[in-house]
């Protein structure tokens, strides 16, 4: 069962990093996060949000922003101490906020003290945590899989084997077909669960069983490098989403047994059906929700968004719960990416979806993405554009205007919290609206809205929409919205909540 608490949850993702920095030396940390808790619940003008997300804060290796883990039950000197950590959960706690940690499962850093010893020679204890394979007498890779990241996933070691990688080098991945990594993974989990936290984000999860054949699999071709990536991306068949999944994710959810009201949260970067099978099969459950990212992934387009509501509906219906998120630390900003001008009409759309909704640090001030540094060494695949710190000047300003896009954010979040068609109804995604147009309705016992956005260039008048001003809720910019004999003009990037009587 999904704890109750989940459904509806609007999650807020802080990388820490870039959120608040108490002690000034031009790095966030935990300390900074609980100093700004006020922002999101609790304080006079908080958000209110159900819970946060933090991005890791763990000691890593240096290359990927902290998902390059070398302990998973510390934290790393620049964020603080596991003292300022649990300050932070019952902080959250006190303010009825959930904490989920990032867990990244799929793999470590190479200095990790498993990899290190799993590295020290073929007869090592720990060689099966991560996956090797044979050196080809040619000198190429053993197989023709690419990382994440660019060229190929295998880096050769002086033991005349190769370690797989989907990401960097620096981070092999661990062999999740080995119990004793399942175990020890599940230990981990514990850990944090046993310190209070409610939960999880897990990392890239479709990552973690590979095809079996790690060698030779497809032959390389004698005239093309073996590692090329292939059309029809076959570079991902064998490493991404592969039999066996599905057992390995019963196991983390095995891992929460006896910690109700904890819940699993998957990355994905995958279509429904795919998302649904994270969630449910046979042999048990798996994960509580899984963010799929299709709308993040889709252009500021009606038909597109519908697609994938339409999707979601169909594959992810009650109970199960899908996740949404328009923005992330890997993805350039929404407000960068579809201009900004359509960041309310977007924050209206994300927070009267149904299921999780998980908010990125920044977006409620319409943050965007910063000059790419190509300095950074956390960086090297060029995303330090949307992980630039949160400027908290430009968050008070907004505080205090109600006219601001943070007042609008919270706004639409009171409205999700005390509303419970949009905390728990149902979804259904109306069709024969004007072109560029997306809307739906949500419906729960005592309550039903019809919420319509206007994504398209020009004005739209929408004549099915039969409803007195008043019954207005909320709207982007009341300007854009004209109700009149029984029809309704939205302009563009204008979009509206109605209630029905
Ligand atoms: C994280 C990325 C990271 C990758 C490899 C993703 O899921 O969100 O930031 O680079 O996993 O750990």
Not at 117 to 132: H, I, K, V
Not at 234 to 253: F, I, K, S
Not at 319 to 346: E, F, I, K, Q
Not at 399 to 426: E, F, I, K, M, V
């Amino acid at each position: 069962m999904t704890p109750a608490w989940a459904s509806g949850a609007v999650v807020y993702q802080v990388y820490p990093r870039a959120f608040a920095d108490a002690n000034g030396d031009g790095v966030g940390d935990l300390a900074g996060a609980l100093a700004r808790l006020d922002h999101l619940a609790g304080g006079p003008d908080a958000l209110g949000v159900d819970a946060i997300w933090l991005s890791p804060f763990y000691p890593h290796g240096g290359v990927d922003g902290g998902y390059d883990v070398t302990d998973f039950t510390d934290v790393a000197p620049e964020f603080g101490s596991l003292a300022d950590l649990d300050a932070l959960v019952a902080a959250c706690h006190e303010r009825g906020v959930r904490v989920l940690l990032d867990l990244v499962t799929g793999h470590t850093s190479d200095r990790h003290p498993w990899f290190v010893e799993a590295r020290s020679g073929r007869e090592s204890p720990n060689r099966d945590w991560y996956l090797w394979a044979d050196a080809r007498p040619d000198g190429y890779p053993p197989s023709n899989w690419v990382s994440e990241f660019g060229g190929s996933a295998w880096t050769a070691d002086p033991s005349g084997q190769s370690y797989l990688h989907s990401f960097y080098p620096e981070q092999p991945d661990l062999n999740w077909r080995n119990p004793a990594v399942r175990a020890a993974m599940a230990e981990v989990m514990q850990f944090w669960l046993d310190r209070g936290v409610d939960g999880f984000r897990v990392d890239a999860i479709e990552f973690l069983i590979k095809d079996e054949r790690l060698r030779d699999n497809p032959p390389a071709g004698p005239r093309r490098e073996p590692w090329s990536p292939e059309p029809g991306g076959l570079r991902r068949r064998w490493t991404r989403n592969q039999p066996g999944l599905g057992g390995a994710l019963r196991e983390l959810r095995r891992a929460m047994d006896g910690f109700p009201d904890r819940i699993l949260l998957g990355e994905l970067y995958a279509p429904a059906p795919r998302v649904a099978a994270a969630l449910t099969g046979p042999g048990g459950p798996r994960l509580h929700a899984g963010l799929d990212h299709q709308l993040a992934k889709s252009p500021w387009d009606a038909a597109a968004f519908r697609r994938a509501l339409v999707a979601a509906e169909r594959h992810l219906a009650p109970p199960l719960l899908p996740a949404w998120a328009l923005s992330n630390h890997d993805l350039s900003r929404h407000a960068t990416r579809w201009g900004v001008d359509r960041a309310r009409a977007a924050a209206l759309v994300l927070l009267t979806l149904r299921g999780m909704v998980c908010l990125y640090q920044g977006e409620e001030v319409g943050l965007l993405d910063g000059p790419p540094s190509g300095r950074d060494p956390l960086d090297r695949a060029g995303r330090d554009g949307s992980r630039a710190p949160l400027d908290w000047a430009q968050a008070e300003g907004q505080r205090r205007d109600p006219a601001s896009l943070l007042s609008w954010y919270r706004t639409l979040l009171t409205l999700r919290r005390q509303s419970p068609a949009l905390r728990h109804g149902s979804l259904t995604v109306l069709g024969g609206l004007p072109t560029g147009v997306l809307g739906y309705e949500r419906e729960a016992a005592s309550e039903r809205l019809t919420v319509l956005v206007n994504m398209g260039a020009r004005s739209a008048r929408i004549g099915l929409v039969r409803t007195a001003p008043d019954a207005i809720v909320a709207a982007t910019d009341l300007d854009a919205v004209l109700a009149r004999r029984g029809a309704l003009q939205l302009g563009p990037n204008a979009g509206v909540i109605i209630r029905h009587a």
